[in-house]
């Protein structure tokens, strides 16, 4: 079987496997979901080690008849940019097995088993090469996330799960409607076929054609990211989902949006992305800097880390539409930085909340005290996601924003206002929670790192550290793929500059 079908079918083999365990058995559960997410973890490292980092196509293709009417195949690959996505779903997905040991123990099947559910559909949607297909993931996805919020999560979990599920699906919808247009006017669902007839000219769009085609694809993305203003359904469902819940959905589920933005919107519809991209870019400051500002005055830990995702992925969008090369390395940069950071960030609020029962900042203070080694682990997250250099956002934030004052520089003198702003709230968060009076609340209840929890985050801290240091193990790859996407776009600022000074030379001559 080919290694990167392999690492697909393996979390869907360990969810069916997973619901003939007895529930009396709570403890086989939870064994069984380890086993299969570390065993396809391991996997996924196979598949890195034989992928070719020179190369800029996909590789491991799996193009396989499905239905024969429509036309739609089970056809998969792997990119520059999806191998680090697939990566960063099998990497997340034992550790949100152990932090979720203790955690949960009501339904403990259901959960690991809808754990494994998950990691099968994240996988399939960066992977996917048939729009179809592509489709089928991406809402297969959205259904353990739902359950997961609305079984396991806290008092208000059904109003946050129904309000996740209703804005991914009104996006889904249109997106839906858009690939089935495709669908008509080529007669294919396949996306590298849909590419090639563009490419030869075989496939035109009227420009209100190609623009609404554009905006049903961006929209349903824009939330997923989310993209400001339609970000409102994401405290909500941070605030109410377990530990688990919140960390792959600020690590891996976000990315969804933001990979399907570059995958999808930008090589089909590169006329339609130029055009709004001025528009794209105020959305994505505005989003940086209203999620930090809001960020800054939130009471709730879990609520205040949400809002930074709305900011660090704004710098994200603002990557991409600069259409730079160093822009679009630092967006996808930036997208597996975030997944690091803000996973460790979450895994650290939900062993406070374990110990304590409580998200509220004012219910601790003097944790340092106490457990000092799970406050060197907070800081040094916190250290990450403010982008102390030699961490690895600091790659990401600095890649976006040269790429983007390639583009337009007072995009970039806005944006770094957000990187401030981080440091504000981020530290001052810190501060509150670790420092000052030990409460005795805080004293009786608050134990430092055990065994289970030194195995699930010091591996997220030794690829801060990784990241940061060494980013050169990482952006080879990306950056052909996004090289790729460029050649695809047509659109890439450096070039048409050098092509225009060129130009004046020879006219000068």
């Known amino acids: 079987m080919n290694l990167l079908t392999l690492v697909l079918i393996m979390p869907m083999v360990g969810f069916l496997a997973s619901l003939t365990i007895p529930r009396r058995f709570p403890q086989n559960s939870r064994a069984w979901a380890l086993a299969v997410s570390l065993a396809t973890f391991a996997q996924s490292l196979i598949l890195l080690s034989q992928f070719d980092r020179n190369a800029a196509g996909d590789q491991f293709t799996v193009d396989i008849p499905w239905i024969s009417t429509p036309d739609i195949h089970f056809h998969v690959a792997a990119d520059g940019i999806s191998l680090w996505l697939v990566l960063l779903s099998t990497f997340l997905t034992p550790i949100c097995v152990l932090l979720s040991w203790k955690y ?46 609305g079984i396991w999560g806290h008092s208000r979990r059904i109003y946050a799960a129904v309000k996740f599920f209703l804005y991914t699906m009104a996006g889904s919808v249109l997106m839906l409607a858009a690939i089935i247009y495709l669908y008509n006017r080529t007669g294919t669902f396949s996306y ?18 190609q623009m609404l085609l554009f905006l049903a694809f961006f929209l349903a993305f824009a939330i997923k990211v989310p993209l400001f203003p339609l970000h409102t359904w994401l405290p909500d469902a941070h605030v109410e989902a377990p ?56 009471p709730n830990m879990k609520k205040l880390v949400a809002y930074s995702s709305v ?22 940069y930036q997208m597996l930085s975030h997944g690091i950071t803000t996973g460790a960030l979450f895994a650290l609020v939900g062993f406070l909340y374990e110990r304590r029962h409580s998200l509220e900042i ?18 040094i997250a916190t250290l990450a996601s403010i982008g102390l ?80 240091v060494y980013s050169q193990s990482f952006l080879p790859p990306v950056s052909k793929a996004t090289a790729r996407v460029l050649e695809q ?9 050098e092509l225009r000074q060129r130009a004046e030379v020879a006219h000068a001559r």
Not at 126 to 144: C, K, N
Not at 252 to 266: N, P, Q, S, W
Not at 272 to 286: G, T
Not at 442 to 467: F, N, Q, S, T
Request: aromatic share 14%; glycine share 8%; proline share 4%.
């Open 389 to 468: 250099p030699l961490l690895n956002n600091f790659v990401g934030e600095f890649l976006v924003l040269q790429g983007t004052a390639m583009t337009n520089f007072s995009w970039t003198v806005y944006a770094a206002i957000g990187v401030i702003l981080s440091a504000c709230y981020m530290l001052w968060m810190y501060q509150r929670v670790f420092y000052g009076v030990t409460a005795a609340e805080v004293k009786l209840h608050m134990p430092d790192l055990g065994l289970r929890e030194w195995a699930a985050i010091v591996p997220l801290i030794v690829m801060m550290v990784w990241m940061g």
């Open 104 to 149: 949960v123990q009501d339904r403990v099947k259901e959960f690991f088993a809808f754990l494994l559910l998950l990691e099968f559909g994240l996988v399939g949607v960066f992977i996917a090469q048939d729009l179809f297909l592509f489709y089928v993931f991406w809402e297969i996805s959205l259904v353990p996330m739902y359950f997961l919020i």
């Open 243 to 298: 530990t688990a819940g919140s960390v792959m959905l600020a690590s891996v589920m976000l990315k969804m949006g933001t990979f399907g933005i570059l995958h999808y919107c930008l090589p089909m519809f590169p006329v339609a992305a130029r055009q709004c991209a001025p528009w794209i870019a105020v959305l994505a400051i505005i989003g940086i800097i209203y999620g930090a500002l809001v960020a800054m005055v939130q």
């Open 311 to 332: 900011s660090h992925l704004g710098f994200v969008v603002l990557g991409i539409f600069s259409f730079t090369q160093m822009g679009l390395d630092g967006a996808v």
């Open 192 to 209: 590298a076929t849909v590419l090639d007839m563009l490419a030869s000219g075989k496939l035109t769009f009227a420009p209100v054609e």
């Open 489 to 497: 776009t047509h659109i890439n600022v450096p070039e048409r500059v």
């Open 362 to 379: 004012s219910e601790y203070g003097g944790v340092a005290t106490v457990a000092p080694w799970l406050s060197t682990a907070f800081l």
